[in-house]
RNA sequence: GGGCGAUUAGCUCAGUUGGCUAGAGCGUCCGGUUUACACCCGGAAGGUCGCAGGUUCAAGCCCUGCAUCGCCCACCA
């Protein structure tokens, strides 16, 4: 007997080494599976590429939740014989990172990226990177991730970049992505502007106020900005509304809390007539609703707000100058002085955060990159059912097509819905940030007199004067490319070739806008290919009342503190039982504990059994009794293998803990003591009973509980295949 | 405003196309056990399956309405 044997299970002292003994194999890579013959080099390929973490800080529990339930995939693909690749890498993740090393060196040393200029600011930044990258890593393979390591990928490294570039020449010669003045969201505390996707709403107390703009304006408005109005060029109502149809097509003008205002009344459908006093006034610089107005009607859109969130002088002389919030007061006091205030009520109100800095976010006009996701491109070929090469489509289609042709299947199936209408509502994507730290737009600006000449490419231009645009991208453009960018496009490479489509994608439904469908559309235009062929979302994991982990709330737990207390197979264990695809989970630390328990009953399950089962002869006849718990044993094994097909990992999980201890343990192997003292005539067929179940026990627990089951692996005396990582899953 | 989810034992959750005398883990209570394991074993208590209707031989599961909590989306200025 194992020495090891005579104290109880003792995670640390066990999980590095194993760890580095599969590391060393080099069996996490599937090149070498086929070389060593474990793999059969024309078996089917089952990849995955890991959700690349940002290099933002340390991993939380969500990662490790996601990690875990990757990893089980993955083991029991590469155990059942499949080509299996699990591709690592990090996120550079742009502002995120920019944002909280900003915040970092303001608090520290009281000096904005101004101060210190691009170049100190980037390499602030990578430092910072650096550092977390090396500390994320290090928690991932903590968790027993059985990832390939020599495919590491970083968004910023070189050939990512270089795809990334690739990515965005093509799509600029295909007339998907243009450079247009139009209103984006800006966020004045980060000075840059921010996608859709990266706007949240907060619901906050406002006022509502109901006035005229002077004294005999035919029409009162209300707004809960009154500073934006004097950036105001229209009063839209609707067709319908029969108080105010005389006066549409006509312009008043008249004087305005210090400016002169030229205001044109159009009908608009937009215009409920039921709300305030069924009348708006447009701003079309300021508000997304009114630029589409103004788009219609062919209005004016003069810009009262810079980008500091303070009034400009195109403003007047009352506000000029002001912060909004000020100029706020100042007009409603203007109001009131003018008694031109009818009316103010208190609302609530939605108010646009940026989600990485705070700041409320300034619609303004702006000269951005965008990518077109409404103009019909001829796709040149295409592996998606439902669309033909060289058929015209647009991005919106492609990706509502993908997945409602059955092409890629999402669980659970709920969010499917979800997906397509946020499809539906999308507008066109702006991908410039005005940030450093990030990849820089392949685009070359050269002034030729007044007017600017651009040139998009990989390189500059050979003759001089040309200068690189100083926009980086938004971070999901690079993270978009994932699937194929870590696979080596846009070479032709045997692992694009052989690994793409990737097989499971295992995101938290957290980001299925912001990257599940942004990585559809790349792929779909890129390689006329689907990044995946399922999405298993998953749940956000919460404290134990339910809340988010946050900074704010202190809550947060660092899987490291976990893993040392109970052992990463505890706390593997404990993230997947009971997580159905697509539910929170409620992290208990009390969960973990019980799990821990658990692999220390494996361990004593394993040395009864080893100790009894010294001299078992593996050719003995099974009596009736023991064919019998064989063959419910074979029923169970079943069980969990469809389970983990259908993705159910939560039930395969309970399941195992279940019939491990409850049956074998606490039934098999106690009813063995009496079969060993009192029935000889049984205990050859029992021997082998036990050492039979216990190594599939182990090989089907291997998915779940990787540590433990190596290890007591290791210490059998014969078995077919020297690392359990890459034995055969038992059929 | 639209959409989605949750509501089952004290807590966390299963319950797959309706067949359940409704399950598991943890917790609680009672008893036991020292050569696999106290990180243990045996046993018990504990639920009108959110509420109200309906369909059905049969409903936790299907339909309708309602309530509470939560999430996502949205141009009610």
């Not at 259908?646 to 491990?660: I, N, P, Q, S």
């Amino acid at each position: 007997m194992d020495e090891k044997f005579l104290k109880p299970y003792s995670p640390k002292e066990t999980e590095d080494n194993i760890y580095k003994l599969w590391e060393e194999s080099g069996f996490f890579n599937p090149d070498v599976c086929i070389k060593e013959g474990i793999t059969d080099k024309d078996a089917r390929p089952f990849s995955i590429v890991l959700p690349p973490p940002n290099v933002t800080g340390r991993l939380h529990l969500g990662h490790a939740f996601e990690d875990a339930l990757q990893d089980a995939f993955v083991r029991f693909a590469r155990m059942r014989g499949k080509k299996t690749l699990w591709i690592p890498g990090t996120d550079s993740a742009a502002i995120a990172t920019q944002a909280r090393v900003e915040k970092e060196i303001y608090k520290k040393e009281k000096k904005t990226r101004h101060d210190l200029g691009r170049e100190e600011i980037v390499s602030r930044v990578e430092k910072f990177a650096k550092e977390n990258e090396e500390t994320m890593l290090n928690q991932i393979k903590k968790m027993g991730a059985s990832l390939d390591w020599s495919r590491y990928a970083y968004t910023l490294d070189e050939k990512r970049n270089a795809a990334v570039s690739e990515a965005f020449v093509q799509m600029y010669d295909a007339g998907l992505i243009y450079r247009g003045n139009r209103i984006i969201n800006w966020d004045p505390k980060g000075q840059t502007t921010i996608s859709d996707d990266e706007v949240v709403h907060e619901e906050r107390d406002g006022m509502f106020f109901t006035f005229r703009y002077w004294k005999d304006f035919p029409i009162p408005i209300s707004t809960s900005r009154p500073e934006t109005k004097v950036g105001d060029t229209a009063v839209a109502v609707n067709p319908e509304d029969k108080r105010y149809k005389e006066f549409v097509g006509k312009t008043f003008t008249g004087e305005f809390a210090g400016t002169t205002l030229s205001i044109r009344i159009v009908a608009d459908d937009v215009v409920d007539k039921e709300f305030g006093t069924g009348a708006v006034g447009v701003t079309p610089a300021h508000s997304h609703t009114d630029w589409e107005i103004a788009d219609r009607h062919d209005l004016p859109r003069p810009q009262v707000i810079n980008e500091y969130a303070k009034m400009n002088e195109t403003a007047g002389s009352l506000v000029g100058g002001l912060k909004t919030l000020e100029a706020r007061e100042k007009i409603i006091e203007w109001l009131r002085e003018n008694t031109l205030l009818e009316k103010e009520e208190k609302i609530k109100q939605n108010i646009s955060l940026s989600e990485r800095t705070g700041g409320i976010v300034e619609p303004l006009p702006k000269l951005q990159w965008f990518v077109n996701v409404n103009k019909p491109f001829k796709i040149p070929h295409s592996k998606i059912s439902g669309i033909k090469a060289g058929e015209e489509i647009t991005l919106k289609e492609l990706m509502h097509k993908a997945v409602s042709e059955g092409n890629i299947e999402i669980l659970p199936a709920r969010f499917e819905k979800s997906y397509n209408h946020w499809i539906d509502n999308l507008h066109d994507w702006c991908i410039s940030r005005q940030i450093w730290f990030g990849h820089r737009i392949p685009a070359w600006h050269k002034s030729k007199g007044a007017t600017e000449e651009i040139h998009v490419g990989i390189n500059a231009p050979e003759e001089s004067g040309w200068s690189q645009e100083e926009d980086v991208l938004d971070t999901w453009f690079s993270s978009a490319l994932w699937t194929f960018s870590t696979l080596g496009w846009p070479e032709e490479t045997d692992d694009l070739k052989t690994y793409h489509p990737t097989t499971l994608m295992l995101p938290g439904y957290e980001i299925l806008f912001l990257w599940v469908s942004r990585m559809v559309l790349m792929s779909g235009f890129h390689l006329g290919e689907l990044p995946f062929k399922n999405v298993i979302l998953h749940g956000i994991v919460r404290d134990r009342q339910g809340r988010k982990f946050s900074k704010s709330l202190g809550n947060g737990i660092d899987p490291l503190e976990i893993i040392e207390k109970y052992g990463a197979d505890a706390l593997r264990m404990g993230l997947i039982v009971g997580a159905a695809p697509g539910n929170d989970v409620k992290f208990d630390e009390q969960k973990i504990k019980g799990y821990k328990h658990f692999t220390n009953k494996i361990w004593n399950i394993s040395r009864f059994v080893l100790e009894n089962t010294k001299d078992v002869n593996m050719d003995a006849e099974y009596v009736k009794e023991d064919r019998v718990i064989r063959e419910r044993f074979d029923v169970v094994l079943k069980e969990v293998t469809k389970d983990i097909e259908r993705y159910r990992l939560d039930l395969a999980a309970e399941t195992l803990y279940h019939y491990t201890w409850h049956t074998f343990a606490d039934t098999i192997l106690e009813h063995s003591k009496a079969i060993f003292e009192d029935e000889p005539e049984n205990v050859e067929s029992r021997k082998k009973l036990l050492i039979s179940i216990l190594a599939d026990l182990l090989k089907l627990l291997h998915p779940f509980m990787p540590f433990i089951t190596e290890e007591v692996w290791s210490l059998l005396p014969r078995k077919d295949s020297e690392l359990l990582m890459v034995s055969k899953w038992p059929e």
